[in-house]
């Protein structure tokens, strides 16, 4: 008698846990899924460094692997490049702007020699405006590279990460 | 008689040694400067070795039968750097890493110079581009004046930049 009422208690608990976990996924599913912009097109500008000093082949190559990288995983099926003409008659435009926030250049033969010392760092503010410059998201975002490669493949990293931030935020109008 | 003979000698080899020395440089001049093209040019793969020459109106990069032009004009920033490579690099570079006893950290001790040339241009809808090489040392500033010369810009001019040290490879 005792151990039937045990075992239905332990019946009911069991059920609420598991209804309880589901509500809880439920909802940290429905955080995790934010609903998404609309965009048709993106417009890459050259990355702006007024306080913090960032050498050229720096700047060329985040804003070069910034439009590969887009094109490659952004999820929008135009991706311009900063002054393009094109990118005026384009509707549903996005602009993203990008402002250095910090730079850390390592050295490639510390990290071949050490492997732990000498990593390159790259700190970078993210803007996506709509055409008249409205704000549509902001975000820090930042590329490493810590044991192997080139210290350009910091760019690399921070390009990928904005490409999927991209990805989860907008999603390509319909008909585009 | 034998006096005669020696300056007859030396004329020779004085002349040969300066028709190949002008064949040389006619020949580089005309075929470019040995690059790696590292990321930026439209229609070439990164890390891609070619020949850079400006000519003419043009900055031409050449690997076997690809040929990319940019118009001289359309430049609007050449930058010229510094910079290192190991001196086994490639995918023999990578092979030694795992060699035993830590000699492949050893070899990283050994690196050989590099002169980087960073250019930003423009493409015919006015979109901006640019592109990374890197050469020999020394070769980057004749590129850079030579670009200059055919009517590419540049915000830093060619003295000043050839005065700065080669400060890419610190310590942290």
Redesign the interface.
């Known amino acids: 008698m005792t151990g039937n009422f045990v075992n239905r208690i332990g019946s009911v608990v069991a059920m609420a846990a598991i209804t309880l976990c589901g509500a809880s996924m439920t909802g940290a599913q429905q955080k995790a899924t934010p609903a998404k912009m609309k965009a048709a097109a993106i417009k890459v500008m050259l990355i702006e460094s007024n306080e913090i000093s960032l050498p050229a082949e720096f700047q060329v190559s985040l804003y070069e692997d910034l439009i590969a990288q887009l094109k490659k995983k952004g999820g929008l099926p135009h991706v311009y490049r900063d002054g393009d003409r094109n990118a005026d008659g384009a509707s549903d435009l996005i602009v993203l702007h990008t402002t250095l926030r910090g730079f850390k250049e390592g050295s490639e033969k510390l990290r071949q020699v050490t492997t732990v010392a000498g990593a390159t760092s790259i700190t970078v503010h993210c803007a996506f405006t709509d055409k008249d410059g409205k704000t549509l998201l902001e975000q820090d975002l930042k590329g490493n590279v810590r044991f192997f490669g080139a210290n350009l493949r910091a760019t690399f990293d921070f390009a990928k990460k904005t490409a999927q931030l991209t990805r989860e935020s907008f999603s390509p109008t319909a008909g585009t | 008689m034998m006096r005669r003979y020696l300056k007859r000698v030396s004329v020779v080899v004085c002349v040969v040694m300066l028709w190949a020395g002008v064949s040389r440089a006619q020949a580089t001049a005309s075929a470019g400067t040995k690059v790696t093209q590292?990321?930026?040019l439209s229609g070439v793969k990164d890390k891609t070795g070619g020949m850079l020459a400006v000519d003419g109106s043009n900055l031409h990069f050449t690997h076997e039968q690809l040929k990319v032009d940019v118009p001289t004009a359309s430049v609007e920033?050449v930058?010229t750097?510094a910079d290192?490579?190991?001196l086994i690099h490639g995918t023999l570079g990578t092979l030694t890493?795992f060699a035993p006893y830590e000699s492949g950290?050893f070899l990283?001790?050994f690196?050989t110079k590099l002169d980087?040339l960073?250019i930003?241009y423009?493409?015919s809808?006015?979109?901006?581009?640019?592109?990374?090489f890197t050469m020999g040392t020394g070769k980057a500033e004749l590129l850079k004046k030579d670009l200059l010369d055919h009517g590419a810009h540049s915000t830093v001019p060619v003295d000043e930049n050839a005065a700065k040290p080669a400060t890419?490879?610190?310590?942290?």
């Open positions: 590292i990321k930026g920033d930058v750097g290192s490579q190991r890493m950290r990283s001790l690196r980087t960073t930003k423009r493409d809808d006015g979109g901006l581009h640019g592109a990374i890419k490879e610190q310590k942290p």
